[in-house]
């Protein structure tokens, strides 16, 4: 082959990859929507020692909200705004039994006669929790496509393409312990889709569905609280 | 045989957040209790959950919790050194688990059916107590099996103690003794 033809070869496959790279960045995009619902314009107050539970429900049949998932908005929270945050562990934990899936309480009222046990109500006051927020959903992986296989190729890397889908829906409410109210709901719904593409070592393009869901999620949680 | 997995449940189980009955108990767990494991061989592939020990360790602490005193036995003593109002003998009756592959959703699930004899401090027999305890786990991007069966079982446990915490003082049987006990202190 000639410089010149090798040249164009180079160009033409240099620029291939550039179009596919750039397909598949934009592929793994993510789209979110949120939505926010507030029972007043205030700010929820709180004062410096008081604190919010982040707790996930996972009473539904067939999905559980990801403890995972929980744990990111808590650390997302406590470290924008310097708001005290229970971690859901510790406080399932220090509830124990009262707030497992089988029977914590999925509603006011419910909440409302859970604090009529003195033990529960005590140790909510001793901890100076103020505010519960439930986030119920989770993130499902759809329309998967493609396959690839590892180690068979004669360089000892892949070759395939696999692509998948994720949707995230998610939707959190905040009780205000101090009067049992509900202050607000918060929807957040992401979806994205990734790729790996096996030319040799994979390269993985993984849209980070849950990931923009819980900074949504944060982000307007956040917003709910005066934190001065 | 194909692929092997093998779990060994280690977990810090809480202590229940309730108020103690005025009672000594005695918990019997005997060794095919403390030394439990689950096997099961399907489809070339072997899988063994071995939970005696953490769910040893989940009674005690849930005993302890509801009661002012526990002593543990691995078999019900015929001359007993001291006297205890209750005796609670526990047995896992059955253990099934259901694999993503093997259903249509992406879940691991636990079930776990326990068997509660409790006996007053005599030896009669007051209640024979079946509890049904679930627990599931979602599969994860690139997690492994043994992480899901591990999180599931011992989502499993907690709900057991979940039920024994809060359906024991509903028992009629149990509410019945309770009254025959504390009967003769009001007498006196």
């Not at chain 1, 990801?66 to 929270?77: K, L, Q, S, T, Y």
């Not at chain 1, 998610?170 to 607000?184: N, Q, R």
């Not at chain 2, 043994?146 to 009629?172: C, S």
Request: aromatic share 8%; proline share 4%; with cysteine.
């Amino acid at each position: 082959m000639k410089a010149s033809s090798l040249g164009e070869v180079i160009v033409v496959c240099s620029f291939s990859l550039s179009i596919l790279i750039v397909t598949f960045m934009s592929g793994c995009s993510t789209s979110t929507v949120v939505d926010e619902q507030k029972s007043s314009s205030a700010k929820l107050s709180m004062d410096s020692e008081e604190k919010i539970v982040i707790m996930g429900r996972r009473h539904g049949n067939s999905y559980e909200t990801e403890p995972g998932f929980i744990d990111c908005i808590g650390n997302n929270i406590s470290r924008s705004e310097n708001l005290n945050v229970v971690q859901e562990k510790n406080f399932l934990d220090t509830f124990y039994p009262w707030f497992e899936p089988r029977i914590a309480p999925l509603n006011l009222n419910r909440m409302k006669v859970a604090l009529n046990s003195d033990m529960i109500a005590k140790k909510i006051e001793e901890l100076k929790v103020r505010y519960i927020v439930w986030v119920d959903g989770s993130t499902e992986t759809s329309e998967e496509s493609g396959s690839m296989t590892c180690g068979m190729a004669p360089s000892g890397g892949c070759f395939g393409f696999k692509s998948w889908d994720k949707t995230s829906s998610y939707e959190a409410t905040i009780w205000d312990l101090k009067g049992l109210t509900e202050k607000g709901k918060i929807k957040v719904d992401s979806k994205g889709s990734s790729y790996i593409l096996g030319v040799g070592p994979p390269i993985p393009l993984i849209a980070q569905v849950q990931g923009v869901a819980c900074e949504g999620i944060s982000d307007r949680l956040i917003g709910f609280f005066d934190s001065e | 045989m194909g692929c092997s997995t093998h779990v060994v449940v280690v977990s810090e189980h809480p202590t229940a957040l309730i108020k103690e009955l005025p009672y000594k108990i005695g918990l019997v767990l005997d060794n095919s209790f403390t030394d439990y494991s689950f096997i099961r061989e399907k489809d070339d592939e072997k899988i063994t959950i071995s939970l005696g020990k953490s769910q040893s360790e989940l009674l005690n602490k849930i005993f302890n919790s509801m009661f002012q005193g526990v002593s543990e036995f691995t078999a019900r003593p015929l001359s007993p050194t001291k006297p205890l109002d209750l005796y609670i003998s526990v047995k896992v009756e059955d253990l099934q688990l259901s694999l993503p592959r093997e259903t249509s959703v992406n879940i691991f699930e636990i079930w776990i059916k326990y068997k509660l004899e409790i006996l007053d401090g005599k030896g009669s027999n007051i209640y024979e107590w079946i509890i049904s305890s679930y627990g599931r786990t979602q599969t994860r991007f690139l997690g492994s099996q043994e992480r899901a069966l591990h999180q599931a079982t011992n989502a499993a446990l907690r709900d057991a103690g979940v039920q024994i915490v809060t359906d024991f003082h509903q028992i009629p049987e149990i509410i019945n003794w309770i009254n025959i006990k504390k009967a003769p202190k009001n007498e006196s």
